[in-house]
C-alpha cells in the first residue's frame, strides 16, 4: 500500500505539470475569450501572435499557482504528521527542566490510572506511550539531535545508532547516495538530449539543496534562516508550530523539484520554433534602403489601385469633363474633411493655431501672437 502511495506521489505533479495545466489554460483561454470578448468580434485565432501571447500569459499564471500550491500541500501534510514537540505542547528549544514539568501535566491527564471512567483504557494507554516516547526523544540529546535534522523516521532506520556520529554518518552515507545517483542521473539525461530546458537550475537547485541538508546534519545548532527569520515570523503572526530542521528541508526539497519543472516548461514558450532558432536580423544601412525602396514600390503600386477605382467610379461621367472635375473636387473636399480632419495630430495642430489667434480684433487682422 505505502508502495503505490509514493508511486502515486511522484507520478502526479509529472501529470498536472505536462498535460493537466496545458489542458487546464486551453479551457481557461476559451473561457476568458468568451468573458472578454463581445459577442460578434472577432477572437484571436489559434497560432496567431495574439493567441499565443495570451496563452503563455495564462500557461505561466497557472504553473506558478500550481507551485504555490506544491509548497503548500507540503506544509499541509507535515503540520498534519505526528510531532514530538507538537504532541507534548512544548517549543522546539524546550529544556529538560519544563519538558519534565509539563509532562506531569500529562501525566495527570492521560495516565491510564487516572482517566475518568468510560474512556477506553487500551486507547488511553497506547496515547500515554506514545507521549512518554515523545518525551524520551527529546531527553535524549543524540535521538533529539537526529530527529530534530532528519525526522522521525530516521530512529527506525537506524536502530543501532547511539551517538550523534551514528546518525550523521548515516544519514550522510544516504544522502550522498541519493544525491550522486540522482546526479548521475541528470548528466546522462542531458548527454542523451532529454532535460536540456532548465538544466543549469536542476543542478544549482540540487546543490543548493544538498547543500543545506548536509549543513544541517552536520552543525549542532538549527540552521539561522529557521532561528532568525522564519520561526519568529510564523510564530509571531500564531500561523503554524516552529519548523524543525527536517521539515524545511522537506519543503526545500519540493519547492526545487517543482521550480525545475516550471523553469524547464516555461522556457520553451518563449522560443517560437524550438527546431528553428530565430536568426539574428540584419539592420544595416543597405538593408534599410532596400526597405524604403520596397515601401516606395508598395506606395507607387497603391496610387496606381487608387486611380483605378477612381477612373472606375468616374465612368458616367467620362463625357462630361465638367462633372467629371466637381466628382474629383468633391471626393478630395470628402477625404479631407472626414479622413485627415480625424487624424489626432491634425486636431492638434488646428487647435494650437486657433489658440494663437489675438482676441479683440477683426478676423482679417487677427493673425498670430
Given at each position: 500500500?505505502?508502495?503505490a502511495?509514493?508511486s502515486?506521489d511522484?507520478l502526479g505533479p509529472?501529470?498536472?505539470?505536462?498535460?493537466l495545466?496545458?489542458l487546464?489554460a486551453?479551457?481557461?483561454q476559451s473561457?476568458?475569450?468568451s468573458i472578454?470578448?463581445?459577442a460578434?468580434?472577432?477572437k484571436p485565432?489559434?497560432g496567431s501572435?495574439?493567441?499565443v501571447?495570451h496563452?503563455r500569459?495564462?500557461?505561466?499564471a497557472?504553473?506558478?499557482?500550481y507551485?504555490?500550491?506544491?509548497?503548500?500541500e507540503?506544509?499541509?501534510?507535515?503540520?498534519?504528521?505526528?510531532?514530538?514537540y507538537?504532541?507534548l505542547g512544548?517549543?522546539?528549544n524546550?529544556d529538560?527542566?519544563?519538558?519534565?514539568s509539563?509532562f506531569r501535566?500529562?501525566?495527570?491527564r492521560?495516565?491510564?490510572?487516572?482517566?475518568?471512567p468510560?474512556?477506553?483504557r487500551e486507547a488511553?494507554?497506547?496515547?500515554?506511550i506514545?507521549?512518554k516516547?515523545?518525551?524520551?526523544?527529546?531527553?535524549?540529546?543524540a535521538k533529539r539531535?537526529a530527529?530534530?535534522?532528519?525526522?522521525?523516521?530516521?530512529?527506525n532506520q537506524?536502530?543501532?545508532?547511539?551517538?550523534i556520529?551514528d546518525?550523521?554518518?548515516?544519514?550522510?552515507?544516504s544522502?550522498?547516495?541519493?544525491y550522486?545517483?540522482?546526479l548521475v542521473?541528470?548528466?546522462?539525461?542531458?548527454a542523451?538530449?532529454?532535460?536540456k530546458?532548465?538544466s543549469?537550475w536542476?543542478y544549482l537547485?540540487?546543490l543548493?539543496?544538498?547543500t543545506?541538508e548536509?549543513?544541517t546534519?552536520?552543525?549542532?545548532?538549527h540552521?539561522?534562516i529557521l532561528?532568525k527569520y522564519?520561526?519568529?515570523?510564523?510564530?509571531?503572526?500564531?500561523?503554524?508550530p516552529?519548523?524543525?530542521?527536517?521539515q524545511i528541508?522537506?519543503?526545500?526539497?519540493?519547492?526545487?523539484?517543482?521550480a525545475?519543472q516550471?523553469?524547464?516548461l516555461?522556457?520553451p514558450l518563449?522560443r517560437?520554433?524550438?527546431d528553428?532558432?530565430?536568426?539574428p536580423?540584419?539592420?544595416t544601412?543597405?538593408?534599410?534602403?532596400?526597405?524604403?525602396d520596397?515601401?516606395?514600390?508598395?506606395?507607387?503600386?497603391c496610387?496606381?489601385?487608387?486611380?483605378?477605382?477612381?477612373?472606375?467610379?468616374?465612368?458616367p461621367f467620362?463625357d462630361d469633363e465638367r462633372?467629371?472635375g466637381e466628382?474629383r473636387?468633391?471626393?478630395?473636399k470628402?477625404?479631407v474633411?472626414n479622413?485627415v480632419?480625424?487624424e489626432?495630430?491634425?486636431r492638434?495642430?488646428?487647435g494650437?493655431?486657433?489658440?494663437?489667434?489675438r482676441?479683440?480684433v477683426p478676423?482679417?487682422a487677427?493673425?498670430?501672437k
Amino acid at each position: 500500500m505505502a508502495r503505490a502511495s509514493v508511486s502515486w506521489d511522484a507520478l502526479g505533479p509529472f501529470l498536472a505539470w505536462q498535460f493537466l495545466i496545458p489542458l487546464a489554460a486551453g479551457w481557461a483561454q476559451s473561457i476568458l475569450y468568451s468573458i472578454f470578448i463581445r459577442a460578434g468580434d472577432p477572437k484571436p485565432q489559434p497560432g496567431s501572435v495574439r493567441f499565443v501571447k495570451h496563452r503563455r500569459q495564462i500557461l505561466i499564471a497557472v504553473y506558478l499557482a500550481y507551485f504555490a500550491f506544491t509548497i503548500y500541500e507540503v506544509d499541509f501534510n507535515l503540520q498534519r504528521s505526528s510531532n514530538a514537540y507538537n504532541d507534548l505542547g512544548v517549543p522546539i528549544n524546550v529544556d529538560e527542566s519544563d519538558l519534565n514539568s509539563r509532562f506531569r501535566k500529562l501525566t495527570i491527564r492521560f495516565h491510564p490510572d487516572k482517566i475518568a471512567p468510560g474512556i477506553d483504557r487500551e486507547a488511553a494507554n497506547d496515547y500515554y506511550i506514545h507521549l512518554k516516547h515523545a518525551r524520551d526523544i527529546i531527553l535524549d540529546p543524540a535521538k533529539r539531535f537526529a530527529y530534530d535534522r532528519f525526522g522521525p523516521d530516521i530512529l527506525n532506520q537506524c536502530k543501532s545508532c547511539i551517538t550523534i556520529k551514528d546518525y550523521v554518518d548515516n544519514t550522510l552515507l544516504s544522502a550522498l547516495t541519493n544525491y550522486g545517483i540522482l546526479l548521475v542521473f541528470l548528466i546522462g539525461a542531458n548527454a542523451l538530449g532529454f532535460l536540456k530546458d532548465g538544466s543549469y537550475w536542476r543542478y544549482l537547485g540540487l546543490l543548493a539543496v544538498a547543500t543545506f541538508e548536509l549543513r544541517t546534519a552536520m552543525r549542532p545548532d538549527h540552521p539561522s534562516i529557521l532561528t532568525k527569520y522564519l520561526n519568529p515570523f510564523v510564530t509571531a503572526l500564531n500561523l503554524r508550530p516552529a519548523y524543525l530542521p527536517f521539515q524545511i528541508i522537506a519543503i526545500a526539497k519540493k519547492a526545487s523539484i517543482s521550480a525545475a519543472q516550471f523553469l524547464a516548461l516555461l522556457m520553451p514558450l518563449y522560443r517560437p520554433d524550438p527546431d528553428r532558432p530565430t536568426q539574428p536580423t540584419n539592420d544595416t544601412e543597405n538593408t534599410q534602403h532596400q526597405q524604403i525602396d520596397r515601401l516606395n514600390a508598395f506606395v507607387a503600386e497603391c496610387n496606381k489601385d487608387a486611380s483605378r477605382l477612381l477612373e472606375l467610379e468616374s465612368t458616367p461621367f467620362r463625357d462630361d469633363e465638367r462633372a467629371k472635375g466637381e466628382l474629383r473636387e468633391a471626393l478630395k473636399k470628402y477625404m479631407v474633411q472626414n479622413v485627415v480632419h480625424q487624424e489626432k495630430d491634425v486636431r492638434n495642430a488646428i487647435g494650437q493655431s486657433m489658440a494663437k489667434r489675438r482676441p479683440g480684433v477683426p478676423h482679417g487682422a487677427q493673425g498670430t501672437k
